[in-house]
């Protein structure tokens, strides 16, 4: 499916990378937090944080569980919990259940969204923010 900006140029997922890809697979199984500049492609089942300057992809039988921070979020499988993204598309058989926000928002015909929405400003960034330092004052 092709997805149109505003100004009619083709939406192609927000690639920054140059080319690579980090996939997981189906059957594998992650618990933690990744950090990533090239694209992500999960088919397994992963649990934690992801933070990503290019395209997460939740494959038809990935599923991810917790928090993603990214440029585009594709949902083909199940994702659980909250996200940012610059784009973000749920897919016709993919299911999301959590609070997203996102500038572009595209929901497939019998794809399944629960939960809320909220459109990202630009003052939302699709990076996570940096925890303050503990110390003595």
Known sequence: ???????????????TSSGGATIIAQGTRIKGEINIDCRLHIDGDFEG?????????????????GE????????????????ISNFLELKAQGRIEGVITASELVIERKGVFVGESKIK??????????????GKE
């Not at 944080?49 to 569980?65: A, L, Q, W």
């Open 121 to 134: 400003d630009s003052k939302t960034s699709a990076q996570p923010q940096a925890k303050p330092k503990e």
């Open 49 to 65: 944080v992801i933070n990503s300057k290019d395209t997460v992809m939740v494959g038809k039988s990935g599923v991810v569980r």
């Open 68 to 83: 993603i921070h990214t440029n585009a979020l594709v949902v083909a499988g199940k994702f659980i919990g909250n996200s």
């Open 1 to 15: 499916m092709a997805i149109f900006t505003n100004d009619n140029k083709q939406f192609d997922g927000g690639s």
